[in-house]
């Protein structure tokens, strides 16, 4: 009986029959089932080869068994490169996790500038509203729509000294050589018309209500219509 394995031996069962036909303390025989081991270990390979194949793979194994040190040389070489490929596996899973990572932070950042570039079409566009529409400095009251307080016009009364730094105090020259002094400065209608029944009060009985625009004095007529929408908003 020959230890050749039949086309579909299971790898246990060869072995088994060479321990049963070989000598087990001879070197050769130890190195044969080493070689044997490390090319049909885990599978059934062996049992999918042709017969050409067979031939072929068994010749080698028997020349591993006649020449040790290459057998040994190869198994030696076998376990550096396991080893270098089980590093290399860890580098390549270390290298993953850090890509993983800064994907992450690639995405914090994309998400970010999206919210900038956001937040910067928001500002240009709010920009262009204010060019088209510019807002009026509350205490600029050269600009705009406000409202004084009239308290009377008088002749040769001249009390433009008071007028410098002080908004809330002014007059203007008639055709008839008088002055008319105004005092307060409002934004609000209502709020000017509460200081004129506050001043009528103190006995000034003719002062009324004044509206300027953009510094030029207007009819009360043109704006009350609005003033008159706004307090119907509000």
Partial sequence: MTCEPREYMDVQTFLLLLTNYSNPNSMKTRLLFVCLALIFSGTQVFAQLSKKEKKE???KAKEYAKDPANLKNLVETKQVIDTDNTALKGQVSSLNGQVSDKNTKIADLEDQLSKMRSDLTATKAELAQLKESPSI??????KGLVFKVQIGAFKNKNLKKYFDNNPNFGGEATDKGEQKYTIGVFRDYWEADKFKKYIREMGVKDAWIVPFKDGQRVE??????????DKAAK
Avoid: H, T, Y
């Avoid at 400095?137 to 050269?142: G, K």
């Fill in 57 to 59: 793979w068994k010749k």
């Fill in 220 to 229: 009360i007529k043109d704006v009350l219509e609005g003033v008159i929408a």
């Fill in 137 to 142: 400095n509350p205490m600029d009251f050269s």
